[in-house]
């Protein structure tokens, strides 16, 4: 039902300002986060309690969601077909982000000659209708394996590379328009968490019985992505790339001005504001 914070870096690149916009992004994802989900999961659980019997003996999925037991509790009968409206609604909603992420990822490599160039063809727009065609065709192999887990871990280890690579060449982190709480800690934490859930994310296939078919599905991702990666090092002879050496500047864009001074003109409750939610 949501997508992650991992989109707003992708739509950066089609913003007139990224300096201001992905900042502002990512503290109202935050927001959004700790009101919406949070706070519904919160009210809901002091609605709905724990041995409620629409929770412990409901006849479908969608009838024993603690929204549905606090719906039926104010009188509404059918809260069940509401949110089974409500999660379709979301899932397309979620196609829609993964499409626009993968589309715009395949692009960026078929840009960079690491696919296929068709894949590199763009309306006047700017959208890239090839590689929109090109992941739905591919959409369905996704439902062989749901978890988001390594993606995230490659997320961290991208950026603690990231880092070192500006360390490594002297660029003061002051030059970045955007820098991430919490380094290294956080992002050594992401890879290392993520990874962890990767291997024990089909355990329960290994018990007895042991369930062939779940077992491939569950670990299927991993023979697929080191088959891929060894075989570009392989066939383009590519060698693991030094921190010192590594190209961070290219297709860097010029940050817009006026953002900072224009916040330094505005009153106390404007700061607070831009600090809190950009």
């Known amino acids: 039902m949501y ?18 916009d992905i900042p502002k992004a990512l ?30 003996n409901a006849a479908s999925k969608s009838a024993s969601s603690p929204f549905t037991v606090a719906l039926n509790q104010a009188g509404w009968a059918g809260a069940g077909n509401l949110i089974n409206a409500i999660i379709i609604i979301t899932l397309l909603s979620s196609i829609n982000s993964a ?23 763009a309306t006047s727009n700017g959208v890239p209708v090839n590689a929109i065609v090109f992941t739905n065709l591919f959409g369905l192999i996704s439902l062989l394996n749901i ?12 950026h603690m590379r990231f880092r070192a690579a500006v360390k490594a060449q002297g660029m003061p982190l002051s030059s970045l328009p955007f820098k991430a709480l919490g380094y290294p800690y956080v992002p050594w934490t992401l890879f290392g ?39 570009w ?31 330094a003109h505005k009153g106390i409750f404007a700061k607070v504001k831009n600090v809190l939610v950009g």
């Not at 109202?28 to 986060?33: K, P």
């Not at 626009?100 to 160039?117: C, D, L």
């Not at 978890?147 to 991208?158: C, P, R």
């Not at 990874?195 to 779940?214: C, M, R």
């Open 193 to 231: 968490a993520n990874i962890f859930l990767v291997i024990i994310s089909g355990y329960t296939t290994l018990l007895t019985p042991f369930d062939l078919k779940a077992f491939i599905f569950a670990y299927l991702v991993i023979p697929i992505f080191i088959a891929l990666y060894a075989g």
């Open 147 to 158: 978890s988001e887990n390594a993606g995230n871990a490659f997320i961290g280890l991208t």
């Open 3 to 20: 997508s992650g914070t991992e989109a707003v870096a992708i739509t950066g690149g089609e913003s007139r300002n990224p300096k201001r």
């Open 233 to 263: 090092k392989l066939w383009h002879k590519t060698k693991w790339v030094n921190p010192a050496e590594a190209d961070i500047t290219s297709g860097r864009r010029e940050w817009l001005g006026g953002t900072d001074e224009e916040t």
């Open 99 to 121: 499409i626009y992420i993968a589309s715009r990822t395949i692009y960026a490599q078929a840009k960079a000659r690491r696919a296929p160039r068709f894949l590199a063809k």
């Open 27 to 56: 503290k109202q994802t935050f927001w959004r986060i700790l009101i919406v989900y949070v706070g519904m999961i919160f009210f809901t659980g002091l609605i709905v309690p724990y041995n409620s019997e629409g929770l412990l």
